[in-house]
């Protein structure tokens, strides 16, 4: 069963590392086409560029920071030219790349927060809109609590569900190897077959979570 374990152990470091490196050059290779869509001027495809960057978290990756940086950046300066399209873009590009490193960043914190609140106001400013629960037109301050209060429900996969789904995956596997021949014959069939089972049952688990 050791040896199992142990290269059940090195596949999940290698394919760590590979996972690593690759979010590491996406973030490298995003954050420039960023910087060649800026040098055009063509704003939306710096947003998109910038998101990616910022999604693609790996330890010690300088990326992230900077696409979430340049997109805060790119905000402020569609604010300031007017230009409410793109500012809205590029709020929702920080918000989709906060929520989407959420498991590695604790819920997404303050930069979730910052672009709910900016989603909000904008859309406060730019239109109107009916409450479901008085059918009253809101506008102004209204229409921006009622905003924040929207983006502020999150329906995105918790932190517990991508557990149950990994511990899932590594328990499955683990009984996979266990069962296939050359496999470890220290533990009965039925054990293996109660792992794969049980990984089968958490990785469900972690779909209904999410």
């Not at 086409?33 to 693609?56: C, F, L, V, W, Y």
């Not at 340049?70 to 399209?85: K, M, P, V, Y």
């Not at 609140?117 to 009622?146: C, F, K, M, N, Y």
């Not at 590594?170 to 996979?176: A, D, E, K």
Request: some cysteine; charged content about 20%; overall charge neutral.
């Amino acid at each position: 069963m050791k040896g199992v374990v142990v290269r059940v152990v090195l596949a999940v470091v290698v394919l760590l590392s590979v996972a690593m490196a690759r979010q590491y050059s996406i973030g490298a290779r995003s954050m420039s086409a960023s910087d060649a869509a800026m040098s055009r001027g063509d704003a939306p495809a710096a947003i998109d560029e910038a998101r990616a960057a910022a999604e693609a978290r790996a330890p010690f990756s300088p990326y992230p920071d900077r696409g979430f940086e340049r997109l805060t950046a790119l905000a402020q300066r569609a604010e300031q030219s007017g230009n409410w399209g793109d500012c809205a873009r590029a709020w929702r590009a920080v918000r989709s790349a906060a929520l989407s490193t959420r498991v590695l960043e604790g819920d997404g914190g303050e930069r979730l927060h910052e672009a709910n609140v900016q989603l909000a106001r904008i859309g406060a400013r730019t239109r109107s809109d009916v409450s479901a629960a008085t059918g009253e037109t809101l506008t102004g301050p209204a229409l921006e609590e009622h905003l924040r209060e929207d983006l502020a429900r999150d329906e995105h996969p918790s932190a517990l569900a991508y557990a149950a789904l990994g511990a899932g995956g590594i328990l499955f596997y683990l009984g996979i190897a266990g069962l296939l021949p050359g496999g470890p014959k220290r533990w009965p069939a039925k054990w293996m077959a109660a792992l794969v089972a049980a990984g089968a049952l958490l990785a469900i688990l972690g779909c209904l979570l999410a």
